[in-house]
Structure formats: structure tokens, C-alpha cells
């Protein structure tokens, strides 16, 4: 299994990239936003990655984050949606959108991805419902993907793109904070991606004070 590549960007496609690793060259497919996050061609560049293997076709699928090939993983493991509309959800609402999408319960949001229509988007809410919180709380950054590779290659990549924090984000500690004082994983991730919703640049202790709020009894 190929979990990650790090080397030079030989060229650049609609929908993939061919990365140069040694010599050898990788076609790695991503998203809209994923390509737009790269670096420009002849530069270095780190993904994590996802091998699909069929029959008739061996394809590697690249990700900024482990967040993110979580949920591609996840995405493709409900009936009726495959790699490319995978792609097309996350490249339509990011994977901190896919995160808030399914904890709210917003199908509207996911059928907002080309090629996805209602039905396929309410399934999807369905289905990964209960796994939102688990993902909310994982953290891995493109700056992780590029340990243990040649030096060159590294400080080329630091150079060609603002290495991303390796913090948690604010959503997974507000999210980690409500479930140690005894909220349901689920309830939690919902109230937690409505308030990140609501501010989108709030720090933890405000997405907690907010999320509390939203979880309080009413009436």
C-alpha cells in the first residue's frame, strides 16, 4: 500500500498531478482544492495517499491531510458513491465542510458536490453520521507527510508552500473538551460544527463556551 509521496511535480493536470520520486513517476489524482493547494510545477511537493485496486485499473488518490483521506475513505465506503465524487464533495466543501456537513445533518451542502444528487447526499449524512466525531478529532498536516524524505526535498516544499500548524484544530480540542465531560460523540459534533459554523475563526475556549450553550436544555 502507497500512504504517501513526497518528490517534484512533473506536471500538472485538470485532475491529477505526475509526481517525480526518485526517478519514478506517480499520477496522483485530487480534488479541485487539493490541486489548488499545490506548489506550481518543478517544485516539491508531499501528499498522503490512497491506492484503489480493480481489475482493470490500479489508481492513487492524493490528500493535504489525514483528515481529509479519512474522509475520502469513509465517502467511498457508502453505496453509490465512488473516488470521483468523493473528490467532488471534498473539493466542493473541504474536509472541515464534510466535517460540519455531516455532524449538522446538512445533505443540502454535500448535494451542493457535482454529480452528487439528493438522495446520494442524504445517504451519505446517514451513513457517516455517527464516524463525524472521530474524524473532527484527527489532525495530520501536509508538514507530517514529509518526514524521513531526502533534505533537498524538504526544504524545497518549506520553501514553495507555508507549512500548515500541527496543532489540532480548534473544532478537535472543543470536541475532545465536551466528550471528557460526558457529552454522546455525536451530539457533541453536532453542536461543535454549528458553532464553528456560526464563527468560523473562533479559538477553542469560544467554540466550547458556544457549543455548550447549543447543547443547554431548552425550555
Not at 9 to 27: F, K, N, S, T, W
Not at 80 to 103: F, M, N, Y
Request: hydrophobic letters at 45%.
Amino acid at each position: 500500500m502507497i500512504g504517501k509521496i513526497t518528490g517534484r511535480i512533473e506536471y500538472r493536470a485538470a485532475d491529477h498531478v505526475l509526481i517525480d520520486v526518485r526517478g519514478v513517476g506517480y499520477l496522483v489524482y485530487c480534488s479541485d482544492r487539493t490541486l489548488a493547494g499545490l506548489p506550481g510545477t518543478g517544485e516539491a511537493a508531499a501528499l498522503y495517499t490512497d491506492l484503489l485496486v480493480r481489475e482493470d485499473v490500479l489508481q492513487l488518490f492524493g490528500f493535504q491531510t489525514l483528515v481529509e483521506k479519512e474522509w475520502h475513505r469513509l465517502l467511498t465506503s457508502v453505496q453509490g458513491i465512488g473516488a470521483k465524487a468523493s473528490l467532488a464533495i471534498l473539493g466542493a466543501l473541504g474536509p472541515d465542510g464534510v466535517s460540519r456537513a455531516i455532524a449538522l445533518g446538512d445533505w443540502n451542502a454535500v448535494k451542493a458536490a457535482k454529480g452528487v444528487g439528493p438522495k446520494i447526499a442524504q445517504r451519505v449524512v446517514l451513513d457517516l453520521k455517527d464516524k463525524a466525531p472521530g474524524v473532527m478529532a484527527m489532525s495530520g498536516t501536509l508538514a507530517d507527510a514529509q518526514g524521513g524524505v531526502e533534505a533537498e526535498v524538504i526544504e524545497q516544499s518549506t520553501r514553495a508552500k507555508k507549512a500548515t500548524p500541527s496543532n489540532p484544530s480548534a473544532q478537535a480540542e472543543a470536541l475532545s473538551a465536551l466528550a471528557n465531560l460526558g457529552y454522546a460523540p455525536g451530539d457533541a459534533a453536532g453542536a461543535v460544527a454549528e458553532a464553528a459554523g456560526n464563527m468560523p475563526d473562533a479559538q477553542t475556549p469560544d467554540l466550547i463556551r458556544a457549543a455548550l450553550k447549543l447543547l443547554a436544555p431548552k425550555g
